[in-house]
């Protein structure tokens, strides 16, 4: 990594009495953005060494909170660097000429490095960072084009293989991540691999032959596991994922599961789920390549599901502008029914949903006095920042951020000015949101059992009952069962997307009416109690769906939601710091899986 730590902040801050006035001046304060941030990347690459470490030693309480430092690790620094600045000039650097020309300086600082872009928008949030109070949009861009393609050796295992994975192959795949400590059998995983790989070459793809096999160097590693992420290319250039999913026993690293079908990949590497710690640097190559074996996620959620979660806004952003443009379309209500807490937007074919919180909730909102907008930002922030099970959606949270007014339908636009003024102004051709959330475009669940085929909607009402089941292993508890706040994504999975009656499963107090007899006419003791009070025979009540049929069947498979017992045993594991366990891959793709 090539720092320039030509100023140090003490010296910085003795000379803050000329700042503004000399050249020197602005590259100095460019120079010290800079210097916080490579601190920031130069951590940011060591808690990723250190997961790597943590996979290898079994210490998997550390691996989840280098996991939770990692992501909070982007904001602090900032956040932090823009506070001191703010203070030390509390006037000076309110002027936006002067920020123009200390970015031009620090361009050409960062300019000639691989992760100038990612330099780019940590500058970028800094100076969003220090005009946040005020409406005072700074561009989601780089403002830079650089070469930042690098060789496939530097970044990728190859190798030619004929129609046929063989054994040595995989041997050599799975020394791609370099552990420190050996695998259990490395030549029984090798054989096991590559006969089922063969397996399903045949299976999925009968007619075409595996013409080669790419793999990522480095691993990617989360929670317990690690996988080694690579891809079949076939005679006819098509690809298909080949990620090999690794666990670590006390008596070695050994392969788990080989998952081939682009639908497991999609729902392994979803934001739904928490970031990987990935041990290879070249990140936009390795978000090209991710993007590659799984086309249906857009590019820049490929970069946020790697850790950089700060890059992939920007491109998120920009793709959202480049459909605008090329479709020629504007933004419009989004389906459904609408929020009581926010409203929600998008463009026809959009791959986003977006939203922002009203200056107060609809005469639907249930919940009591209202907490206010930054409480209501503050849960979606927290959404971002734990495991989300794969039952949650992420959200990317903008601030000062500006978009075209011809985007706006007129209808929209006009809620927008008056529902949620607090957040939306108009401003000549332009329209400046405080706050903007994006997410990825669900089907809320009761629009997709009124559209969909009855299969389809079985297969939905199930995965509803999977969603609540893997947000509660999370300690994470929706208040507010109603169907309306869940979405069915890619794959008919099923995902919670509206978190303003979020709360820690741990402080619900589990509680039941069947103890009564019928005819009791006097106030149940729990009516008494502070706090949140959950009835679970209530929970298919809440939900409200409407056909009795997907009623029924929710209860023959989830039978369970409805008894005190199941969640006050997912509460007692919770309460002593144990984790709920959470199936990431169908048991189907396990090696040792028997039918």
């Known amino acids: ?85 703010s203070n030390s000039f509390p006037v000076t650097l309110q002027e936006s000429s002067l920020w123009d020309a200390i970015e031009s300086d620090y361009q050409k600082f960062v300019s000639v490095r691989y992760e100038a872009d990612l330099g780019i928008a940590y500058f970028h949030s800094v100076r969003r960072a220090i005009f946040r109070s005020e409406w005072n949009p700074v561009a989601y861009s780089f403002g830079i084009s650089v070469d930042r393609r690098a060789a496939d050796s530097d970044y990728l295992f190859c190798a030619v293989i004929g129609g046929v994975m063989t054994h ?131 590019l820049g959620l490929h970069y946020s599901t790697i850790g950089f979660n700060h890059f992939g806004k920007v491109a998120v952003m920009d793709e959202l502008k480049s459909e605008l443009v090329s479709l020629d379309v504007s933004f419009s209500r989004a389906i459904g029914y609408p929020g009581t807490v926010a409203i929600g937007f998008h463009s026809p074919d959009s791959t986003y949903n977006l939203k922002v919180i009203r200056n107060k909730p609809t005469a639907q909102y249930k919940w009591g006095e209202f907490e206010g907008l930054d409480r209501v930002l503050a849960k979606y922030s927290q959404v971002h920042d734990i495991n989300r099970t794969g039952s949650m959606l992420d959200n990317i949270i903008y601030y000062n951020v500006k978009l075209e007014r011809k985007w706006f339908d007129d209808e929209l636009l006009r809620e927008l000015l008056y529902e949620a003024s607090e957040t939306v102004t108009e401003q000549g051709n332009s329209i400046v949101f405080k706050h903007l959330i994006v997410q990825r475009r669900m089907t809320p669940l009761p629009v997709y059992l009124e559209t969909a085929s009855p299969e389809d909607c079985e297969v939905a009402v199930v995965n509803l009952g999977y969603c609540i089941k893997n947000n509660t292993a999370a300690n994470i508890f929706n208040r507010d069962l109603d169907a309306r706040n869940y979405g069915v994504g890619g794959f008919m999975r099923v995902y919670l997307f509206d978190y303003d009656a979020l709360t820690a499963f ?86 040792h899986w028997k039918c």
């Open 1 to 85: 990594m090539n720092l320039i730590l030509g100023v140090t902040e003490s010296s910085f801050f003795r000379r803050k009495d000329q700042l503004g006035s000399t050249l020197e001046s602005t590259a100095s304060v460019a120079e010290l953005v800079l210097s916080e941030f490579d601190k920031f990347y130069l951590e940011f690459q060591q808690l990723t060494a250190a997961a790597k470490s943590a996979f290898e030693k079994r210490e998997y309480q550390i691996s989840l909170r280098i996991s939770e430092q990692k992501l909070a690790l982007y904001s602090t620094s900032m956040y932090s660097l823009s506070e001191r600045l």
């Open 168 to 298: 040595e192959v995989v041997v050599d795949i799975l020394s791609v991540p370099r552990f420190s400590v050996p695998y259990r059998d490395t030549e029984a995983d090798a054989a096991n691999v590559a006969n089922r790989v063969s397996e399903e070459l045949q299976r999925l793809h009968p007619e075409q032959a595996a013409h080669s096999v790419e793999v990522i160097k480095g691993g990617f590693y989360r929670n317990r596991g690690v996988y080694i992420v690579g891809r079949i290319v076939l005679t006819n250039n098509a690809v298909i994922p080949l990620i090999l999913a690794l666990l670590n026993s006390e008596d070695g690293i050994y392969v788990d599961a080989v998952l081939t079908k682009e639908s497991t990949a999609h729902n392994l590497f979803s934001t739904t789920r928490a970031n990987f710690n990935v041990t290879n640097d070249k990140y936009h190559e390795v978000s090209e390549f991710l993007y590659n074996i799984m086309p249906n996620r857009p």
């Open 506 to 591: 741990t402080e619900v107090k589990i509680r039941s009416n069947r103890d009564r007899y019928d005819g009791e006419e006097d106030i149940p003791d729990w009516v008494f109690e502070d706090g949140e009070v959950f009835l679970p025979e209530e929970i298919e009540w809440g939900l409200r769906i409407p056909s009795r049929r997907l009623r029924q069947l929710f209860r023959k498979v989830h039978g369970d939601l409805l008894r005190v017992d199941y969640w006050e045993q997912i509460q007692e594991q919770l309460q002593k710091g144990r984790v709920p366990s959470v199936r990431v891959y169908p048991e189907r793709d396990q090696l």
